[in-house]
């Protein structure tokens, strides 16, 4: 079996041709919406989500909106997405500081997006990735977890440890495509319940594949 970055590399290729980039999950229009409908993802999936931010942005259109308003009128719009009580609460927390600190705009920087309520590495991964075009991490989600595990990349569950070993590994260059083909492929093919090992096109490279 060839090395982790060899491994790793060869994946990314296949998976790459596997998976022609479709656009983001999570439909959005500026970095700020991109913010609410990623903590509204949390345990939920982004077609949920999806259905419940055209309404929801409709109405409150910037921060200043969602921050004026009280997460119990919040919490009405986003109570399918579940959790809707912490939801709630850290999305007009998180805008309020955005308006108070950072002028009425999602700021772009590691440190600033993890001060604000609700947001974690994952989530400011993405923000940056997706809102910004910069690559400061790997978004580590329910799929790459799975999915490092299985080919034998990780041997933790432990999301920062995690991003941290794929980091050394992965070029830097794929950093923010890792968590989407991971995410693609793992609701395609590498179905948590029962993974299709039998049309799995990175099942060479796979520890969990090879043993099956």
Same mark, same amino acid.
């Given at each position: 079996?060839?090395?982790?970055?060899?491994?790793?590399?060869?994946?990314?290729?296949?998976?790459?041709?596997?998976?022609? +980039?479709?656009?983001?999950?999570?439909?959005?229009?500026?970095?700020? %919406?991109?913010?609410?409908?990623?903590?509204?993802?949390?345990?939920?999936?982004?077609?949920?989500?999806?259905?419940?931010?055209?309404?929801?942005?409709?109405?409150?259109?910037?921060?200043?909106?969602?921050?004026?308003?009280?997460?119990?009128?919040?919490?009405?719009?986003?109570?399918?997405?579940?959790?809707?009580?912490?939801?709630?609460?850290?999305?007009?927390?998180?805008?309020?500081?955005?308006?108070?600190?950072?002028?009425?705009?999602?700021?772009?920087?590691?440190?600033?997006?993890?001060?604000?309520?609700?947001?974690?590495?994952?989530?400011?991964?993405?923000?940056?990735?997706?809102?910004?075009?910069?690559?400061?991490?790997?978004?580590?989600?329910?799929?790459?977890?799975?999915?490092?595990?299985?080919?034998?990349?990780?041997?933790?569950?432990? %999301?920062?440890?995690?991003?941290?070993?794929?980091?050394?590994?992965?070029?830097?260059?794929?950093?923010?495509?890792?968590?989407?083909?991971?995410?693609?492929?793992?609701?395609?093919?590498?179905?948590?319940?029962?993974?299709?090992?039998?049309?799995?096109?990175?099942?060479? +490279?796979?520890?969990?594949?090879?043993? %099956?």
């Amino acid at each position: 079996m060839p090395t982790a970055s060899k491994r790793i590399n060869k994946i990314l290729q296949i998976l790459e041709r596997e998976y022609p +980039y479709e656009g983001s999950f999570l439909k959005h229009r500026n970095p700020f %919406q991109l913010l609410v409908a990623t903590i509204l993802s949390a345990q939920c999936t982004d077609k949920r989500v999806n259905k419940v931010t055209p309404a929801l942005f409709k109405k409150y259109g910037t921060p200043s909106d969602f921050a004026n308003t009280t997460p119990t009128e919040l919490e009405q719009m986003v109570f399918s997405t579940g959790f809707y009580h912490a939801k709630a609460k850290n999305i007009t927390a998180s805008c309020k500081k955005i308006v108070n600190e950072f002028g009425g705009k999602v700021p772009n920087t590691m440190e600033a997006l993890l001060s604000l309520p609700g947001v974690g590495r994952k989530t400011a991964n993405i923000i940056l990735y997706k809102g910004f075009g910069k690559n400061e991490g790997i978004a580590v989600d329910t799929h790459v977890i799975r999915l490092s595990n299985l080919i034998g990349l990780v041997k933790t569950k432990n %999301q920062g440890k995690i991003e941290r070993e794929l980091m050394a590994i992965v070029p830097k260059g794929y950093w923010d495509k890792l968590t989407e083909l991971f995410i693609r492929h793992g609701r395609n093919v590498c179905i948590a319940r029962r993974p299709k090992c039998g049309k799995c096109a990175i099942r060479q +490279y796979c520890d969990y594949g090879l043993a %099956q």
